[in-house]
Nanobody, 123 residues
């Protein structure tokens, strides 16, 4: 599985960005997908996950109500819409393919990773 993340950039606090992750190399429509992020000097942390159909989602508490994960299986793409961004959201964001099924936050359950896209939120 190859994953290509894009859409990062510099935005002011309170602004919005939409990240995209294009997948190739295996059937996408049956895969659970997730987004993680890694801030400088910190460990990679879970942000959100989506089921194969898009019908189920799960978020870490710090982004609930601000971020929305979705997918378009016809385009083999998963998205992360980020609204009301805060400086503490600054990080490299990674999309990831999950082994098997589930929406859990454990990064060891994800087996393929994109290259990351940098999001910088200025105060």
């Amino acid at each position: 599985v190859q994953l290509q993340a894009s859409g990062g950039g510099l935005v002011q606090a309170g602004g919005s960005l939409r990240l995209s992750c294009a997948a190739s190399g295996r059937p996408f429509g049956s895969s659970y997908m997730g987004w993680f992020r890694q801030a400088p000097g910190k460990e990679r942390e879970f942000v959100a996950a989506v089921s194969w159909s898009g019908g189920s989602t799960y978020y870490t508490d710090s982004v609930k109500g601000r971020f929305t994960i979705s997918r378009d299986n016809a385009k083999n793409t998963v998205y992360l819409q980020m609204n009301s961004l805060k400086p503490e959201d600054t990080a490299v964001y990674y999309c990831a393919h999950r082994q098997g099924y589930g929406l859990g936050p454990t990064k060891e359950d994800y087996d393929y990773w994109g290259q990351g896209t940098l999001v910088t939120v200025s105060s």
